[in-house]
T-cell receptor, first 116, second 110 residues
Framework: DVKVTQSSRYLVKRTGEKVFLECVQD?????MFWYRQDPGLGLRLIYF???????EKGDIPEGYSVSREKKERFSLILESASTNQTSMYLC???????????????FGAGTRLSVL | TQLLEQSPQFLSIQEGENLTVYCNSS?????LQWYRQEPGEGPVLLVT?????EVKKLKRLTFQFGDARKDSSLHITAAQPGDTGLYLC??????????FGQGTTLQVKP
């Protein structure tokens, strides 16, 4: 079974803090994604990566950055957390070229971040 | 801009009733996927439809992809309390990115 693990289920941070959300997948997938999920808005793509050290902006990258130093790990960074970044954050992974054709993404359980 | 409109956003029904959820877009997708998400968990893939007009069945769930590959529907027959959850449709781009609908929260009462 594909496993995507997010390091924290719940996080509470203060405005202005630097926040790291970690995601690890164990299926040697090339593609990894970070989304945020808000009621009534569905999932919105923040950043994605097709390969190690490679990153692409999604639809809402402002206020976020990412790091992918190893294939299995994709980190989302909030440089200076703000209250409007309070949300559920979901990490996903998918296979390489074959994955793009099938577009099957496997999700972690999510990290619920509250910024006070 | 929401490219994939999902409706209804909320649905509360009695056990045994039928229901249909719709996803509509003006864009063409390479495939369309349906996910189900339970509280405290990430979305889990139910089905992928690829060909225009395709119909797939998963027990009491029937998924259809529109002929023009712009829309899709999910029909549940004789809903059970175990069907309660958040249902998400997602249109796939050829780039590998997914565009998600807003989601439908389904509650099935015993």
């Amino acid at each position: 079974d594909v496993k995507v693990t997010q390091s924290s289920r719940y996080l509470v941070k203060r405005t202005g803090e630097k926040v790291f959300l970690e995601c690890v997948q164990d299926m040697d997938h090339e593609n990894m994604f970070w989304y945020r999920q808000d009621p009534g808005l569905g999932l919105r793509l923040i950043y994605f990566s097709y390969d190690v050290k490679m990153k692409e902006k999604g639809d809402i990258p402002e206020g976020y950055s990412v790091s992918r130093e190893k294939k299995e790990r994709f980190s989302l960074i909030l440089e200076s957390a703000s209250t409007n970044q309070t949300s559920m954050y979901l990490c996903a992974s998918s296979e390489g070229l074959a994955g793009l054709a099938k577009n099957i993404q496997y999700f972690g359980a999510g990290t619920r971040l509250s910024v006070l | 801009t929401q490219l994939l409109e999902q409706s209804p956003q909320f649905l509360s029904i009695q056990e045994g009733e039928n229901l249909t959820v719709y996803c509509n877009s003006s864009s063409v997708f390479s495939s369309l996927q349906w996910y189900r998400q339970e509280p405290g968990e990430g979305p889990v893939l139910l089905v992928t439809v690829v060909t225009g007009g395709e119909v797939k069945k998963l027990k009491r769930l029937t998924f259809q992809f529109g002929d023009a590959r712009k829309d899709s529907s999910l029909h549940i027959t004789a809903a059970q309390p175990g069907d309660t959850g958040l249902y998400l449709c997602a249109g796939a781009r050829y780039t590998g990115k997914l565009i998600f609908g807003q989601g439908t929260t389904l509650q099935v009462k015993p």
